[in-house]
């Protein structure tokens, strides 16, 4: 009767690999995932935040770059002046 299973015909338990879900503090999930990458437990959810936290992430980053580098060069002129 219920003999039919979802794993026939797929030669490895992981095909996908493990979950690209990750969390707000880099925490990785190990579950396997599915076809879309995700585990049955984050899904389509994981996707979004995952980017927004590395879009967060990068452009913090690039703030803070550009904030110390304007800094930096503050500094080297009052420097140079300073020297001259
Ligand atoms: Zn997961």
Redesign the pocket.
């Given at each position: 009767m219920l003999s039919q299973s979802v794993n026939i015909g797929i030669p490895s338990p992981k095909p996908y690999g493990l979950?690209l879900?990750l969390g707000p503090g880099g925490e990785r999930?190990f579950?396997p995932?599915r076809e879309d990458g995700?585990?049955s437990?984050?899904g389509e959810s994981?996707e979004v935040v995952i980017d927004a936290s590395w879009f967060r992430r990068g452009a913090a980053l690039i703030l803070l770059v550009v904030f110390l580098w304007v800094v930096f060069a503050g500094f080297l002129r009052e420097l140079a002046d300073w020297l001259r």
């Open positions: 979950c879900f999930c579950n995932a995700f585990c437990e984050h994981g």
